[in-house]
């Protein structure tokens, strides 16, 4: 059974910056990537980094480029996904989710695995 758990969500100042940190679980053929989504007060859940589950191939969303890296750390028995995130603007605030998959999509509907989220506030 493949989970997914988010961590490293929390309240910072403009400006400031947070790595968020998702550990994966488990294993099932199916899982070729993985995803950072978020999901503003109000709005609908995007897509705003990806890469394939060893590392070789990345994506950011072109309008946070320059602030967000994804990464990730393969070990015997997890995968680590990280987000880094820098210079955190109000606009980042929302519920940030890591999620597992089979392809390289930005799509939801894309990802069967998600983890339950992790809560981050930009305010000062």
């Known amino acids: 059974q493949v989970q997914l758990a988010e961590s490293g969500g929390d309240s910072v100042r403009p400006g400031a910056s947070l790595r968020l940190s998702c550990v994966v679980s488990g294993y099932s053929s199916s899982i070729n990537y993985y995803g950072w989504f978020r999901r503003a007060p109000g709005k609908e859940r995007e897509g705003i980094a990806l890469?394939?589950?060893?590392?070789?191939?990345?994506?950011?969303h072109h309008s946070l480029m320059g602030r967000f890296t994804i990464s990730v750390e393969n070990a015997k028995d997890k995968d680590t996904v990280y987000l880094q995130m820098d210079d955190l603007k109000y606009e980042d605030t929302a519920m940030y989710y890591c999620a597992a998959g089979p392809r390289f999509s930005i799509l939801v509907d894309d990802f069967p695995f998600w983890g339950q989220g992790t809560q981050v506030t930009v305010s000062s």
């Open positions: 890469i394939s589950d060893m590392g070789g191939h990345t994506h950011v």
